[in-house]
């Protein structure tokens, strides 16, 4: 079974601080994404990466897959009150067609 | 307007009950997914569609049926809901290369 494994489950910071979360597997996926959830709302799509070692950045968040396309990371800089909410990571198999999602992090930015 | 509605937002039930949540969509996407979201286990896969004649069983189907009536229409059914189907549920949509998906507002579905 596939898992993707989410760290840390719960986040609680300082606006201005800077944050890293992170999303792990045994498995090679052919993409990853990030979402962040709001309360009352579905999730909305922040970024895929594709290749191994990919960075993207979106604005004050960057974004990294691992070199074997096993993990990837989210980094937060200068966090806002804004940013709060669950971040969520998801992977598709290598053939495409299955989307597993970790079980998010949950991030509390006070002002 | 939003690309992916969901109806109803919110629904109470009682066990035994057949209830059917709907989702449509003005993407144009071919693929289409339903899940539920508990507390603590991220998103689960229910069924999921990638056209108007493909139906998969996804992680936890049992007790669950879904019918795609159009590209743009995707519905789920709870034969006889029972509680711990208690739980917020969402449709979500894809294109042909399955990088992302877009996610409805989701159903809190309450069965007492």
């Known amino acids: 079974t596939q898992l993707l494994e989410q760290s840390p489950q719960f986040l609680s910071i300082q606006e201005g601080e800077n944050l890293t979360v992170y999303c792990n597997s045994s498995s090679v996926f052919s993409s990853l994404q990030w979402y962040r959830q709001e309360p009352g709302e579905g999730p909305v799509l922040l970024v895929t990466v594709v290749t191994g070692g990919e960075v993207k950045k979106l604005k004050r968040l960057t974004f990294q897959f691992g070199d074997a396309r096993k993990d990837s990371s989210l980094h937060i800089t200068a966090a806002q009150p804004g940013d709060t909410g669950l971040y969520l990571c998801a992977a598709d198999n290598t053939g495409g067609f299955k989307t597993i999602f970790g079980a998010g992090t949950r991030l509390f930015v006070k002002a | 307007d939003a690309d992916v509605t969901q109806t109803p937002r919110n629904r109470i039930t009682k066990t035994g009950k057949r209830i059917m949540l709907e989702c449509s969509q003005t993407k144009g996407h071919d693929r289409m997914y339903w899940y539920r979201q508990d507390p603590g286990l991220g998103l689960r896969l229910i069924y999921y569609?990638?056209?108007?004649?493909?139906?998969n069983k996804g992680e936890i189907s049992d007790g669950y049926s879904v019918s795609r009536q159009a590209q743009a229409k995707f519905s789920l059914s709870l034969e006889s809901a029972i509680p711990n189907q208690t739980a917020l549920y969402f449709c979500?949509?894809?294109?042909?290369?399955?990088?992302?998906?877009?996610f409805g507002p989701g159903t809190r579905l309450t069965v007492l």
């Open positions: 979500a949509t894809s294109d042909l290369l399955g990088q992302g998906q877009f």
């Open positions: 569609s990638f056209d108007v004649k493909d139906i």
